[in-house]
Nanobody, 126 residues
Framework: QVQLVESGGGNVQPGGSLRLSCAAS?????IGWFRQVPGKEREGVSS????????FYSSSVKGRFTISRDVAKNMIYLQMTNLKVEDTAVYYC??????????????????????WGQGTQVTVSS
């Protein structure tokens, strides 16, 4: 069983920065960040594979967002820079369990993830 708690959302102006945090408990194969706006499908933003620290990014955020972790604190972070209005969404932290049978599927696909946090709102506007 994995439990996730996100924090760090808020309001920011275009071009600004924000850091999201995810406190994770339990054994994971990967941690991912996803976002969703009303009426649209949940979108994979970034993910990090626990065993080797390899990270993945969607093309829409690559070069602007950075995923990182603090292993000692069981924390995963998403540093978001040069934020755009289109980054506005509810952001979710999610986890693939260490023993999940589908863990080798795409780590930017929501369907790969079994565990989800409650979400945190990020609003980018002037």
């Amino acid at each position: 069983q994995v439990q996730l708690v996100e924090s760090g959302g808020g309001n920011v102006q275009p071009g600004g920065s924000l850091r999201l945090s995810c406190a994770a408990s339990g054994s994971t194969y990967a941690i991912g960040w996803f976002r969703q706006v009303p009426g649209k499908e949940r979108e994979g933003v970034s993910s990090l594979r626990s065993v080797d620290g390899i990270s993945f990014y969607s093309s829409s955020v690559k070069g602007r967002f950075t995923i990182s972790r603090d292993v000692a604190k069981n924390m995963i972070y998403l540093q978001m820079t040069n934020l755009k209005v289109e980054d506005t969404a509810v952001y979710y932290c999610a986890a693939v369990g260490a023993d999940q049978s589908n863990r080798h599927r795409s780590l930017l696909q929501p369907s790969t993830y079994l565990y989800w946090g409650q979400g945190t709102q990020v609003t980018v506007s002037s």
